[in-house]
């Protein structure tokens, strides 16, 4: 496992950025595995501004993300696959046909979770999987649980997720209560992962992740298992490692 530690967090969302252009450049046909959150919000500015200036070429990468809220449209505001398109794809030239988010709008969880696993499938695997990481240790949606879930699932989102999303809603009660998510299995076998974490209020479940005991009660914790992972910070979500 290897940590990077950026001074602040454009410092720490440049090298992520870094990592993911040499990926795009090594292989311009690559899976990406993309997440949402603030964590990797400045990642993704940073891609842009580089492909604008013409360092970038997008055009024949595919993208999987992690997961959805159950209930909303891509149209929605709060979705992930808006945030996706106005963070990212709408200022690139990826096509849009190969970029790919849960859909929401399945009432029929199982469908939506197999169906998922079929369009991870038939990518061919992801080449590299961005991560943020929940103060629970949550990765997409994979809550703290007994046991860690293999294929793509629906969750109940736990009190705390829900509050610390609901800075991005009008009200708590607009938060949806469930999500589509890949399950750790999938993200496992990614071949890269690559995870960002800032601020302070990160820097206790980053240690834990990482230096703690492996469990499905810390969903990240099983990264430590994961033979090419790569941890990038900024000073603040280090410094308890
Ligand atoms: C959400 C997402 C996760 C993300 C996490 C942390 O719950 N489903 O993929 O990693 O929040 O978000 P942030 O980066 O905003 O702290």
Redesign the pocket.
């Known amino acids: 496992m290897k940590f990077y530690c950026g001074e602040d967090y454009k410092a720490m969302s440049r090298i992520a950025a870094n990592i993911i252009s040499a990926q795009i450049i090594m292989k311009p046909d690559c899976v990406l595995g993309l ?6 919000e400045g990642t993704y500015a940073q891609l842009v501004e580089w492909y604008k200036k013409g360092d970038l070429d997008f055009s024949q990468v595919t993208s999987v993300n ?2 959805e809220y159950r209930g909303l449209s891509g149209d929605n505001d709060q979705s ?1 696959r808006y945030f996706m398109n106005t963070h990212l794809f709408d200022h690139v030239n990826i096509d849009k046909s190969r970029t790919f988010v849960p859909n929401g709008l399945e009432p029929d969880s199982e469908k939506a979770c197999r169906e998922y696993d079929a369009v991870v499938e038939a990518t061919g695997g992801v080449d590299l999987q961005l ?5 629970n240790g ?4 994979n809550e703290p649980a007994k046991e860690f879930c293999k294929n793509t699932q629906c969750v109940d989102l736990t009190e705390s ?1 829900i509050e ?2 609901k800075r991005f809603f009008e009200k708590e009660e607009d938060v949806p209560r469930q ?1 589509y ?1 890949m399950g750790i299995g999938t993200i496992m076998r990614a071949k890269k992962i690559l995870l960002v974490a800032s601020g302070e209020g ?1 820097a206790d479940i980053i240690a834990k992740a990482f230096t703690g005991p492996i469990t499905p009660e810390v969903p990240a914790s099983i990264l430590q298992l994961h033979n090419d992972v790569t941890v990038v910070c900024d000073k603040a979500a280090m410094s308890k490692i």
């Open positions: 997440a949402t959150g603030s964590s990797p992690l997961d992930y991560l943020g990481i929940g103060h949550h990765i997409g949606f997720t610390a999303n999500a998510t990160k």
